[in-house]
């Protein structure tokens, strides 16, 4: 079974305010995730991390960034909040062990984060 | 490259009947492919996966998907809707054995509704 918690679940905050949305999983795997999921839109890439110190932007740009300092937790920060920041953020993990799954990720339940 | 392409962004069936949620897949390589299952207010939870090995996939709930090449279809299917069967569903697409889930592409997802 996967564990891999996000928290802030719901935050809600003014335009400018500096936030940080965290990840942490016990599982031990190498590598992490951070999408970015609006309503009736597939889920985008938005930063993704190989290892500890070991991080690269996605395909989807995002002014946000992140941190691999353990190698269990991987924050997203946005320093200054703005309403287009408004989306849910899932965070995943995966294990390039698991017999050659490649595309089989474990998610956190979201963080969904309003900017008003 | 590779894309996804999920018809219908809502489908609602009758409790008992039969579940067809649509996913065409683009790839330049042979893909492996995933169903991804988002209950309200949750992450995404891995339904099943096909990795180049037997062309019907089985997966949990009941959900089993079939891979054809000719087609280039990995529709995901369940014989008798359950209550508990409403929910998002994503399908995913990577570029196979040489691909990664850093290289994992979702499509916009189908909103499955089950009417009493």
């Known amino acids: 079974e996967a564990d891999i918690y996000q928290t802030p679940r719901y935050l809600v905050i003014g335009t400018g305010k500096k936030i940080t949305l965290e990840c942490s999983q016990t599982m031990g795997h190498d590598k992490m995730y951070w999408y970015q999921q609006d309503p009736g839109m597939e889920l985008h890439l938005i930063h993704y991390s190989y290892g500890v110190n070991s991080t690269e932007k996605g395909d989807l740009s995002s002014e946000s960034t992140v941190s691999r300092i353990r190698t269990e937790h991987f924050p997203l920060t946005l320093e200054s909040a703005r309403p287009s920041h408004t989306s849910q953020y899932l965070c995943?993990?995966?294990?390039?062990?698991?017999?050659?799954?490649?595309?089989?990720?474990?998610f956190g339940e979201g963080s969904r984060l309003t900017v008003l | 490259a590779q894309s996804v392409t999920q018809l219908g962004s809502h489908v609602s069936v009758s409790e008992g009947a039969l579940v067809l949620l649509r996913c065409n897949y683009s790839?330049?390589?042979?893909?492996?492919l995933f169903w991804y299952v988002q209950y309200p207010n949750q992450g995404l939870q891995l339904l099943l996966k096909?990795?180049?090995?037997?062309?019907l996939v089985k997966g949990i709930n009941g959900f089993e998907a079939e891979f054809k090449k000719s087609e280039t279809s990995f529709h995901l299917t369940k014989p008798s809707a359950h209550m508990s069967d409403a929910a998002e569903y994503f399908c995913a697409v990577t570029l196979g054995s040489s691909g990664s889930a850093r290289q994992l592409t979702f499509g916009s997802g189908t909103q499955l509704t089950v009417l009493p």
């Open positions: 790839s330049s390589v042979p893909p492996y």
């Open positions: 995943a993990s995966s294990d390039p062990r698991g017999g050659g799954s490649t595309g089989e990720l474990f």
């Open positions: 096909y990795t180049s090995a037997a062309t």
